[in-house]
């Protein structure tokens, strides 16, 4: 059996207990990348094998003296390329990016480092973040391992699609309005957001500041629970880094869901959505209740003015996030220019793609006189309005369920042309990002082509536990953890 097609927690078991070495895995994960990225094109980095050899030796050394001892020792884990990494490319996929090394690293990532986990590379993403299928990278597009013809999803697709694929044990993501779920959906991974603040995202490279969190991508809701659980951390360099005493996930890992109260919004199973997405994720609420769950359908109400309000406040915090980006301090810088402003002009023009340019210009316009009060500001109420909705829901049900996409992974090319179609596929998954609460994507069946079909479970802030035991007892009573 392949080391990579364990589960993250399982390998780092058979390391602890001495049957393989972190050694051994990072060999497997590089046969594993080399076997595979060529039709799948998952990373955007790979680290040079003797870097990832070494800091595998030294982390074995350190399990054998019990100075780590944590469930994700010696275990191999890939990168969003959104995540500053000391001394390693990070590009955000983006060609105004080429070439960047940080001199820091990213304080999520610095907690997998203390938690003995080795770091095989960066993955592919949509550029900057802007996407939903990992099309818009400027180094190439990602590839679904169930089906090559199709995308992972974004913009987390190339975390996604690493581990579906086997390249790596977990994979970290950020997901602004889904960019972990959705993909996770598409490439048949659970992926999990945490409750906004959780995590730090210094050394994230932001695109919507008040929406960006990074999560963990794994095989199961074990591998979640424990990833998250390694990253979880008060940051005093994050502003918005919340300090928590509940952040031992795993502890949710029982198979106990009597008594526990479900919503399911009536407003996510209308149309749009996927005659097999539906049957498969209602079938998933079934297997919920005879675990014992209570369910009840109700109205969220608000879901139609989620996705205007989500692209309206993330294109304006992006614009002002992506400023910095003007070929003075760092990044790519055109060659042809006369004076200042024509080098801003020419690099910015050169160096960012169509997607980023659409979400800039979007953005300057909302937050320029005389329509800020008329967009921006009307997001934002609806923003507050989408929070209380969730609130009153939260009231009664401990977990709400709903589909991850509307879809399955479609077709490479079939979004690119439409740019709202590819902002509906988020139409499920966006507002937990406005609301700030945590949520978990399990596989929940394929269609008829044999691709992925996605769960989700929405908890309240600060309730990831509920998600994780709902998640869990379904993936036990399934069977379908991988």
Request: net charge negative; proline share 4%; hydrophobic share 35%.
């Given at each position: 059996?392949?080391?990579?097609?364990?589960t993250?927690?399982e390998l780092g078991?058979?390391?602890?207990?001495?049957e393989?070495?972190?050694v051994?895995?990072?060999?497997?994960?590089?046969?594993?990348?080399?076997?595979?990225?060529?039709?799948?094109h998952?990373?955007?980095?790979?680290r040079?094998?003797?870097?990832?050899?070494?800091?595998a030796a030294r982390?074995?050394k350190q399990i054998e003296?019990?100075l780590?001892s944590?469930?994700?020792a010696?275990?191999?884990a890939?990168?969003?390329?959104?995540?500053?990494?000391?001394g390693?490319l990070?590009?955000?996929s983006?060609r105004?990016l080429a070439?960047?090394?940080p001199?820091?690293t990213?304080?999520a990532v610095?907690?997998?480092?203390?938690?003995?986990?080795?770091?095989?590379g960066?993955?592919n993403?949509?550029e900057f973040a802007m996407g939903s299928?990992?099309e818009?990278?400027?180094?190439?597009?990602?590839?679904n391992p169930h089906?090559?013809?199709?995308v992972?999803g974004?913009?987390s697709?190339?975390s996604?699609a690493?581990?579906?694929a086997?390249e790596?044990?977990?994979?970290?993501?950020?997901?602004?309005?889904?960019?972990i779920?959705q993909?996770?959906?598409?490439?048949g991974?659970t992926?999990?957001?945490?409750t906004?603040?959780?995590v730090s995202?210094?050394?994230?490279?932001?695109?919507g500041s008040s929406l960006?969190q990074i999560?963990p991508?794994g095989?199961?809701?074990?591998d979640?629970?424990?990833?998250?659980?390694?990253?979880?951390?008060?940051?005093?360099k994050?502003s918005t880094?919340?300090?928590?005493?509940d952040?031992d996930?795993?502890?949710?890992?029982?198979?106990?869901?009597?008594?526990?109260?479900?919503?399911?919004?009536?407003?996510y199973f209308?149309?749009?959505?996927?005659?097999e997405?539906?049957?498969a994720?209602?079938?998933?609420?079934?297997?919920?209740?005879r675990?014992g769950?209570?369910l009840?359908?109700?109205?969220?109400?608000?879901v139609?003015?989620a996705?205007?309000?989500?692209?309206?406040i993330?294109?304006?915090e992006?614009?002002s996030?992506?400023?910095?980006?003007d070929?003075?301090?760092?990044?790519?810088r055109?060659?042809?220019?006369?004076g200042?402003?024509d080098m801003?002009?020419?690099t910015r023009?050169?160096?960012?793609?169509?997607?980023v340019?659409r979400?800039i210009?979007?953005?300057?316009?909302?937050?320029?006189s005389?329509y800020?009060?008329a967009?921006?500001l009307k997001a934002?109420?609806?923003?507050?309005?989408?929070?209380?909705a969730f609130?009153?829901a939260?009231e009664?049900y401990?977990?709400?369920?709903s589909?991850?996409?509307p879809?399955?992974?479609?077709?490479l090319g079939?979004?690119l042309?439409?740019p709202i179609?590819?902002?509906?596929?988020?139409?499920?998954t966006i507002s937990v990002?406005?609301a700030?609460l945590p949520a978990i994507?399990v596989?929940?069946?394929?269609d008829?082509a044999?691709?992925?079909i996605g769960?989700q479970l929405i908890?309240?802030?600060?309730?990831?536990k509920?998600?994780?035991?709902?998640?869990y007892t379904?993936?036990q009573r399934r069977?379908?953890?991988?």
């Amino acid at each position: 059996m392949s080391l990579m097609s364990l589960t993250a927690v399982e390998l780092g078991r058979r390391i602890k207990e001495g049957e393989v070495t972190a050694v051994d895995a990072a060999r497997e994960a590089l046969a594993q990348i080399g076997e595979k990225e060529d039709s799948i094109h998952s990373f955007v980095t790979v680290r040079e094998e003797g870097e990832i050899l070494a800091d595998a030796a030294r982390v074995q050394k350190q399990i054998e003296e019990g100075l780590v001892s944590g469930p994700l020792a010696g275990v191999p884990a890939a990168l969003k390329d959104n995540l500053c990494t000391e001394g390693v490319l990070t590009t955000c996929s983006s060609r105004m990016l080429a070439g960047f090394k940080p001199a820091y690293t990213a304080e999520a990532v610095r907690n997998l480092q203390r938690a003995g986990v080795v770091v095989i590379g960066k993955t592919n993403m949509d550029e900057f973040a802007m996407g939903s299928t990992t099309e818009t990278s400027a180094f190439g597009v990602t590839r679904n391992p169930h089906n090559t013809e199709h995308v992972p999803g974004g913009s987390s697709g190339g975390s996604c699609a690493a581990v579906a694929a086997g390249e790596c044990s977990f994979a970290l993501g950020s997901d602004t309005g889904g960019s972990i779920r959705q993909p996770s959906s598409y490439c048949g991974v659970t992926g999990m957001k945490p409750t906004y603040g959780t995590v730090s995202r210094y050394g994230l490279i932001a695109y919507g500041s008040s929406l960006d969190q990074i999560g963990p991508i794994g095989r199961d809701v074990t591998d979640c629970a424990a990833i998250l659980e390694a990253i979880s951390s008060h940051d005093s360099k994050d502003s918005t880094s919340i300090r928590r005493e509940d952040t031992d996930f795993t502890t949710a890992l029982t198979e106990d869901v009597k008594g526990m109260r479900i919503g399911i919004p009536r407003d996510y199973f209308g149309q749009g959505l996927d005659s097999e997405v539906a049957a498969a994720v209602l079938a998933a609420a079934g297997e919920l209740e005879r675990a014992g769950a209570e369910l009840e359908e109700f109205d969220l109400s608000l879901v139609e003015y989620a996705i205007p309000a989500y692209y309206v406040i993330a294109c304006a915090e992006a614009s002002s996030n992506l400023s910095r980006f003007d070929g003075v301090k760092y990044g790519y810088r055109t060659e042809d220019c006369q004076g200042l402003h024509d080098m801003y002009k020419k690099t910015r023009s050169e160096g960012f793609g169509p997607e980023v340019k659409r979400r800039i210009m979007l953005g300057s316009f909302v937050l320029s006189s005389g329509y800020y009060d008329a967009y921006y500001l009307k997001a934002l109420r609806t923003k507050a309005l989408i929070k209380k909705a969730f609130d009153r829901a939260f009231e009664k049900y401990d977990v709400i369920l709903s589909p991850a996409a509307p879809s399955t992974a479609p077709r490479l090319g079939e979004s690119l042309g439409d740019p709202i179609r590819m902002y509906l596929g988020d139409i499920y998954t966006i507002s937990v990002n406005l609301a700030g609460l945590p949520a978990i994507t399990v596989p929940c069946g394929r269609d008829h082509a044999g691709l992925p079909i996605g769960l989700q479970l929405i908890g309240d802030c600060f309730r990831e536990k509920n998600i994780i035991r709902a998640a869990y007892t379904y993936e036990q009573r399934r069977g379908c953890s991988k």
